[in-house]
């Protein structure tokens, strides 16, 4: 299994687990299931709503002492409505308690985007803060003093394209260690991983398999499938693989770090063993021709009429 590399000289594994819309009651036996096979790297985040479920699987699994807390990698991210410099640690905390862990291996912060402190998920207007009312450098002198505190080892941010990586480390000197962002072939951020290579920042992708956030009506106006993709079928075929392990290699193989979710045995174990075969110089030609800047997780509920987050990405 590749890793990615941190200054202080830690590793992650290039492949872990993704939470994200894995239900309560599934979600903790994913997690045993997916430790006891292999996987050391979980991807967790306040807003899944499942960290407690998780908890209890890390509990269970850690209380056992065949697998340590120290051997496993846990991600969790801080959510929008915990921007303010007050809010950030004591997010931290819930997430932490919430975990059953004392502390985390990455913390980030979800999204360049800030709610009001009541807003769980904005419906208006008037439930976000703008940028200038929490400057996103307020938000990260809280993560560093997370760091500093021992809460977490790592301290990085997610969804953020060049541009706000820029306004950022215009503002300090202490730069994110990771920004996580949707990745596959259809979008494939070519300039951003450029950028954060140049600039010493990991990055893991999400929704790697093509799971996004539009209605199942907006799915079948124009969502195309990446599992089904013709491309990506005939590769698998000549590998003897499923088209989930060529995604995933795919991502592996570039030097990402990539979290496919699934709550299902089968489907847990397969996408580990995706660590087991290389994609060749043809197969990578041929995903790379598929890039067509295409988002799964398109950040348009963050847009409203009078807020200040149109075109979060820029692209
Ligand atoms: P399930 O949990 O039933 O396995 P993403 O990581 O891009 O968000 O994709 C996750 C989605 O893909 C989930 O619906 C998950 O369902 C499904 N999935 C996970 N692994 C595979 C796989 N190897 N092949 C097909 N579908 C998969």
């Given at each position: 299994?590749?890793?990615?590399?941190?200054?202080?000289?830690?590793?992650?594994?290039?492949?872990?687990?993704?939470t994200w819309?894995?239900?309560?009651?599934?979600?903790?036996?994913?997690?045993?299931?997916?430790?006891?096979?292999?996987?050391?790297?979980?991807?967790c985040?306040?807003t899944?709503?499942?960290?407690?479920?998780v908890?209890?699987?890390?509990?269970e699994?850690?209380?056992?002492?065949?697998?340590?807390?120290?051997?496993?990698?846990v991600?969790?991210?801080?959510?929008?409505?915990?921007?303010?410099k007050?809010?950030?640690?004591?997010?931290l905390?819930q997430?932490?308690?919430?975990l059953?862990?004392?502390?985390?291996?990455?913390?980030?912060?979800?999204?360049p985007?800030?709610?009001?402190?009541?807003?769980?998920?904005?419906?208006?207007?008037?439930?976000?803060?703008?940028?200038e009312?929490?400057?996103?450098?307020?938000?990260?002198?809280?993560?560093?003093?997370?760091k500093?505190?021992?809460?977490v080892k790592?301290?990085?941010?997610?969804?953020?394209?060049?541009?706000?990586?820029?306004?950022?480390m215009?503002?300090?000197?202490?730069?994110?260690?990771?920004n996580?962002?949707?990745l596959?072939?259809?979008?494939?951020?070519?300039?951003?991983?450029?950028?954060?290579?140049?600039?010493?920042?990991?990055?893991?992708?999400?929704?790697?398999?093509?799971?996004g956030?539009?209605?199942?009506?907006?799915?079948?106006?124009?969502?195309?499938?990446?599992?089904?993709?013709?491309?990506?079928?005939?590769?698998?075929?000549?590998?003897?693989?499923s088209a989930?392990?060529?995604?995933?290699?795919?991502s592996?193989?570039r030097?990402?770090?990539?979290?496919?979710?699934?709550?299902?045995?089968?489907?847990i174990?397969?996408?580990?063993q995706?660590?087991?075969?290389?994609?060749?110089?043809?197969?990578?030609?041929?995903?790379?021709?598929?890039?067509?800047?295409?988002r799964?997780?398109?950040?348009?509920?963050?847009e409203?009429?009078?807020?200040s987050?149109?075109?979060?990405?820029?692209?």
């Amino acid at each position: 299994m590749k890793t990615l590399k941190f200054k202080n000289g830690d590793h992650m594994d290039a492949i872990g687990l993704g939470t994200w819309k894995s239900e309560k009651g599934e979600v903790a036996n994913a997690v045993k299931i997916a430790l006891s096979n292999g996987y050391r790297h979980i991807d967790c985040a306040a807003t899944y709503g499942n960290e407690a479920e998780v908890g209890e699987a890390f509990a269970e699994v850690f209380g056992k002492g065949d697998i340590k807390r120290e051997d496993v990698w846990v991600t969790s991210k801080l959510w929008n409505n915990a921007h303010k410099k007050e809010d950030v640690i004591p997010a931290l905390k819930q997430t932490l308690k919430d975990l059953q862990l004392e502390y985390l291996d990455l913390y980030l912060i979800h999204w360049p985007v800030a709610f009001k402190p009541d807003v769980s998920f904005p419906e208006k207007a008037e439930d976000f803060l703008s940028l200038e009312e929490v400057p996103l450098i307020e938000t990260w002198k809280e993560m560093i003093k997370a760091k500093e505190q021992g809460l977490v080892k790592h301290i990085g941010v997610s969804n953020f394209s060049i541009e706000k990586l820029e306004e950022l480390m215009n503002d300090t000197d202490h730069l994110p260690e990771m920004n996580q962002v949707e990745l596959h072939p259809y979008l494939q951020q070519n300039k951003l991983l450029e950028f954060c290579s140049r600039n010493g920042i990991n990055v893991t992708g999400y929704s790697p398999l093509g799971s996004g956030d539009r209605s199942d009506e907006m799915k079948a106006d124009d969502e195309p499938s990446l599992l089904e993709n013709p491309v990506i079928n005939k590769i698998a075929k000549k590998h003897g693989a499923s088209a989930g392990q060529i995604l995933i290699k795919w991502s592996e193989q570039r030097g990402t770090a990539v979290i496919p979710k699934s709550t299902n045995e089968g489907r847990i174990k397969e996408n580990l063993q995706s660590a087991g075969f290389q994609l060749d110089e043809d197969d990578l030609k041929q995903i790379a021709d598929l890039d067509d800047h295409f988002r799964y997780v398109t950040g348009k509920f963050f847009e409203m009429e009078g807020n200040s987050y149109e075109n979060i990405y820029n692209d």
